[in-house]
């Protein structure tokens, strides 16, 4: 599944991505800074960010669970960002910090909290492609160092796959008939996890491929739209829509056709 942020991708300053060649990395992107004249919301996509703020003397560091709704995202003036959207799922946190304690907010964490001079080499290191190899051998790192075995694993990825096969209109009880466990321990396995509950994925997964609709095929007709996305009909999904974007679906085209 494609993963949009399509306002960070319309406003932000010299924005720029590149997909990862990893199981645990969605992608990494790059921005000068934030507009004046349009601000950067972030929609809610499932993901947790990690992204760095680099200045001429410092560098800051960020981490954010995916939003609920849409929220804007403020960025500090005269800094180059270079950022890594992990897969929903499959982020790689720093010690102490849990899935919980970063949805729907952003925390500033040390530059130095995945590794003693990432801050440095960031700032000596001007490629996009060179900072994501950087950062992909830092995680990789952190990843293996952080590993321990978790039962959990195997049906979160089962859970997930199924809401991305169904387009976010599987059941909890199917779920639960196809495993063997429990609706309650579905649920609980999967928040553990993500941090939300798999209905409130659910939800995102069918906004996000009404996103990746609207952004292949500009012509199609809402009702169409509706049910390539997953949704029960077009009412459906324009309340969904408008709760992530601020926007009803016919505003939202528009705003993004407006260069």
């Not at 981490?63 to 992990?86: A, C, D, H, Q, S």
């Not at 830092?138 to 978790?150: C, E, I, K």
């Not at 798999?198 to 169409?224: C, G, S, W």
């Not at 999904?237 to 009803?248: A, N, Q, R």
Request: aromatic fraction near 12%.
């Amino acid at each position: 599944m494609n993963l949009l942020q399509p306002y960070v991708q319309k406003n932000a300053k010299g924005y720029q991505s590149m997909r990862a060649k990893s199981s645990h990395i969605f992608e990494y992107y790059a921005f000068e800074e934030e507009p004046a004249a349009q601000p950067i919301n972030a929609v809610p996509d499932g993901c947790v960010d990690l992204l760095y703020a680099i200045g001429e003397n410092d560098v800051h560091c960020f981490l954010g669970g995916t939003v609920l709704k849409m929220k804007y995202w403020p960025f500090e003036k005269n800094r180059m960002y270079f950022g890594i959207r992990f897969q929903p799922g499959q982020c790689i946190l720093p010690k102490g910090i849990s899935i919980g304690d970063i949805i729907n907010t952003d925390i500033e964490i040390p530059s130095t909290a995945y590794g003693a001079d990432i801050d440095e080499q960031l700032s000596h290191t001007e490629s996009m492609k060179e900072r994501a190899a950087m950062i992909h051998k830092v995680l990789a790192d952190a990843r293996q160092s952080q590993s321990s075995p978790n039962s959990k694993e195997g049906i979160e990825a089962y859970i997930r796959n199924r809401i991305y096969e169904t387009k976010g209109t599987v059941s909890i009880k199917e779920i639960s008939q196809d495993t063997g466990y429990s609706e309650c321990y579905v649920r609980r396995a999967f928040h553990e996890m993500h941090g939300i509950s798999p209905k409130t994925f659910e939800k995102i997964v069918r906004f996000q491929n009404t996103l990746e609709e609207m952004a292949l095929h500009k012509d199609m007709a809402f009702y169409d739209m509706a049910q390539e996305s997953g949704y029960y009909d077009q009412s459906h999904m324009v309340k969904e829509f408008k709760s992530f974007t601020g926007l009803t679906p016919e505003n939202y085209q528009r705003y993004m056709a407006n260069v």
